[in-house]
T-cell receptor, first 116, second 113 residues
Framework: AQKITQTQPGMFVQEKEAVTLDCTYD???????LFWYKQPSSGEMIFLIY??????QNATEGRYSLNFQKARKSANLVISASQLGDSAMYFC?????????????FGQGTRLTINP | GAGVSQSPSNKVTEKGKDVELRCDPI?????LYWYRQRLGQGLEFLIY????????KSGLPSDRFSAERTGESVSTLTIQRTQQEDSAVYLC???????????FGDGTRLSIL
């Protein structure tokens, strides 16, 4: 079975600092995808970044980058130059390869608070 | 529409009543998903539709839960004989295909009294 583990229930960071949110995963599928979503207090789920298991390079999207370490089964999200608007819940999720390829399995989330 | 639309945004009902939640996916998105998010938790997969294929119902927690989708349009999630443990936010997502990123609606906050 697939599993996502986010070990940081909460993080506090000063504005403009970089922050790393941890995510480890477990799967037996050779092909899979990893996602990060942001959920502000308003509740919507905002797609941030995607990494495929066969991608050679780490994914980047603006201030977001994904530190993909396949051997360690980790997919940490790095936010550079954090902003007050980055305060939200962040969820790591996995899409499987063959079985259950469609559904996303989510971690418990990390609540990020950016302090001015 | 521009995004995934869900209605109602909030629903309060008495235990034992049936509720119906609606999701209107992004136009052109063939895949549609329902998830449940209990307070302070991550999302739990409920059901997945892809085109005219048989839906993946593996996440439905009991036979009180059912969902329908006609073609590639609107989907409804029905919960019969609601229980207090059904209180949660129900999120719908759609994607261009089964492996494309999923885009979520704002959810329906369901409260069972």
């Amino acid at each position: 079975a697939q599993k996502i583990t986010q070990t940081q229930p909460g993080m506090f960071v000063q504005e403009k600092e970089a922050v790393t949110l941890d995510c480890t995963y477990d799967t037996s599928d050779p092909s899979y995808g990893l996602f990060w979503y942001k959920q502000p207090s308003s509740g919507e789920m905002i797609f941030l970044i995607y990494q495929g298991s066969y991608d050679q390079q780490n994914a980047t999207e603006g201030r977001y980058s994904l530190n993909f370490q396949k051997a360690r089964k980790s997919a940490n999200l790095v936010i550079s130059a954090s902003q007050l608007g980055d305060s939200a819940m962040y969820f790591c999720a996995m899409r499987g390869g063959y079985q259950g390829a469609q559904k996303l399995v989510f971690g418990q989330g990390t609540r990020l608070t950016i302090n001015p | 529409g521009a995004g995934v639309s869900q209605s109602p945004s909030n629903k309060v009902t008495e235990k034992g009543k049936d509720v119906e939640l609606r999701c209107d996916p992004i136009s052109g998105h063939t895949a549609l998903y329902w998830y449940r998010q209990r307070l302070g938790q991550g999302l739990e997969f409920l059901i997945y539709f892809q085109g005219n294929s048989a839906p993946d119902k593996s996440g439905l927690p009991s036979d009180r839960f059912s969902a329908e989708r006609t073609g590639e349009s609107v989907s409804t999630l029905t919960i019969q004989r609601t229980q207090q443990e059904d209180s949660a936010v129900y999120l719908c997502a759609s994607s261009l295909g089964p492996v494309a990123p999923q885009h979520f609606g704002d959810g329906t906050r369901l409260s069972i009294l």
